[in-house]
């Protein structure tokens, strides 16, 4: 597993290009605006409820914006990508993860990127419903693998989740990057040649990578650390 000093904007780059994609969790579409630019997806699947969740754990987080704001954000989503929905390219689900999921054959994504609900709880689920829809060799891409103090103000259970699934399942972590909301790669093929070119090109292009063996079994962790002349930088810590 590599550990790379990029931005999840540089990762994706080196990501396979013209494949059938799912972004789990969408919100504004952002980041999906970004994985159209630079994957160039045949087909990019965009699954979000758009629903503010009354559930205690999701209470903090501050996606789980009002519904006001969430139909807002539905709308706002919709105008963004109309052009690639009727040109086919992308496919908007109002919809709950773990309902989406049901529409999708097996093994038909080349990459998918799990950014839904952030609890341990929903992160497992994401990874073990979505799991069978990638294609053998492809890749499970998510974000915040992060523990620092806002990400536990928000709850987040995504580190616990992703190690677990690596632990109990055939896939392996592949990269994360070291940012202050790290995305992570996985693949159950890390021998396959499409993930060996996938890391040979993002060691060539990003600045610093660090391999660590059995990455999940370590404890890693970000705090903040803040300076005396007021500067605050984030720290990542593996123990
Ligand atoms: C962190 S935001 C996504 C941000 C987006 N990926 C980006 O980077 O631009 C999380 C989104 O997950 C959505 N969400 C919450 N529960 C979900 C679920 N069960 N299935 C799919 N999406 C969910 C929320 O509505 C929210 O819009």
Not at 46 to 60: C, G, M, N, R, S
Not at 96 to 103: F, I, P, Q
Not at 152 to 174: L, P
Request: charge should be negative; glycine fraction near 6%; include cysteine.
């Amino acid at each position: 597993m590599y550990l790379f000093h990029s931005t999840r904007e540089m990762l994706i780059e080196f990501l396979p290009k013209n494949g059938h994609l799912a972004e789990i969790g969408t919100a504004e579409g952002d980041f999906a605006d970004h994985i159209l630019k630079t994957a160039q997806p045949s087909h990019l699947h965009l699954i979000d409820p758009w629903e503010h969740q009354a559930v205690d754990q999701y209470k903090t987080d501050s996606n789980n914006v009002t519904q006001e704001e969430a139909n807002r954000r539905y709308e706002s989503v919709c105008n963004r990508f109309k052009d690639e929905t009727d040109k086919g390219v992308v496919t908007i689900h109002r919809n709950y993860s773990t309902e989406a999921v049901k529409y999708f054959g097996d093994q038909q994504f080349d990459w998918i990127y799990v950014d839904g609900m952030h609890t341990e709880q929903a992160v497992a689920e994401d990874l073990r419903c979505f799991a069978p829809k990638v294609k053998p060799g492809g890749f499970i891409c998510g974000h915040d693998y992060t523990n620092h103090a806002a990400a536990q103000r928000m709850k987040f259970g995504v580190i616990e989740a992703v190690n677990t699934f690596v632990r109990e399942t055939s896939f392996e972590f592949i990269a994360l990057t070291l940012e202050p909301f790290p995305t992570y790669v996985l693949s159950a093929e890390p021998n396959s040649a499409l993930c060996q070119e996938f890391l040979t090109y993002a060691t060539h292009g990003l600045d610093i990578a660090l391999a660590i063996d059995g990455f999940e079994d370590k404890n890693f962790s970000q705090t903040m650390a803040e300076f005396s002349d007021g500067k605050r930088k984030l720290i990542s810590k593996l123990s």
